[in-house]
């Protein structure tokens, strides 16, 4: 177990919904990454969160956006929903922006019917 | 186009079999890692090489960044049934803060 906990761990949206996924990060941690993870595929990095600012930013549109909070959770949020949204979505936690051990949550599984 | 190629992509291999999972890139990495994921569930990490050339062994699984720092191996000795899940390899970039996936290599050792 890392310590790092998502929620929720299931849901089912429709298309043009919005969403938004929640992280608790390892204690001592400073730094939320999210990941993508379409079925059968790698991890797709979205984007990065250190000191409650985005750091860096993936392949993907505008209307995937992000927070951190001052306690370093995070949360995801998808607008406008998109069937190829349908992925595993994956948040690790770190102590630092670059290189290191990144210690994942268990993700959550979103359908978009 | 994947950053990080893994071949095989699908591996079903009996108890006690040796195999072979590769990494390969163009490009140059900082470090690799491995990782194993299993079914609902994230990535657990396994190891972090960093030197070119370097092997590192964990019980059965024995892992080889190439020289170069381009490629990776991982090598698992007389594979066990609880070897079962997918094998994900992914490197860092000099300063870079996004860890960049392989697009994994499913296993299944049969009993």
């Known amino acids: 177990e890392t310590g790092v906990t998502q929620s929720p761990t299931h849901l089912i949206k429709t298309r043009g919904q919005q969403v938004t996924l929640r992280c608790s990060s390892q204690?001592?941690?400073?730094?939320v990454s999210w990941y993508q993870q379409a079925l059968g595929q790698g991890p797709q990095f979205i984007f990065q969160?250190?000191?409650?600012?985005?750091?860096g930013r993936g392949n993907f549109p505008p209307r995937f956006s992000g927070l951190q909070f001052p306690n370093y959770s995070s949360e995801l949020n998808v607008n406008a929903l998109e069937l190829d949204d349908s992925a595993l979505y994956l948040c690790?936690?770190?102590?630092?922006?670059?290189?290191?051990?990144?210690?994942f949550g268990e993700g959550s599984r979103l359908t978009v019917l | 186009t994947q950053l990080l190629e893994q071949s095989p992509q699908f591996l079903s291999i009996q108890e006690g079999e040796n195999l072979t999972v590769y990494c390969n890139s163009s490009?140059?990495?900082?470090?690799l890692q491995w990782y194993r994921q299993e079914p609902g569930e994230g990535p657990v990490l396994l190891v972090t090489?960093?030197?070119?050339?370097e092997v590192k062994k964990l019980k059965r699984l024995t892992f080889q960044f190439g020289d170069a720092r381009k490629d990776s191996s991982l090598h698992i000795t007389a594979a066990q049934p609880g070897d079962t899940g997918l094998y994900l390899c992914?490197?860092?970039?000099?300063?870079?803060?996004?860890?960049?996936f392989g697009s994994g290599t499913r296993l299944l050792v049969r009993p």
């Open positions: 690790a936690s770190s102590f630092g922006q670059y290189t290191g051990e990144l210690f």
């Open positions: 204690s001592g941690h400073n730094t």
């Open positions: 969160y250190y000191r409650e600012e985005e750091n």
């Open positions: 490009s140059v990495f900082s470090s």
């Open positions: 090489v960093v030197t070119g050339g």
């Open positions: 992914a490197g860092w970039m000099d300063s870079s803060y996004k860890l960049i």
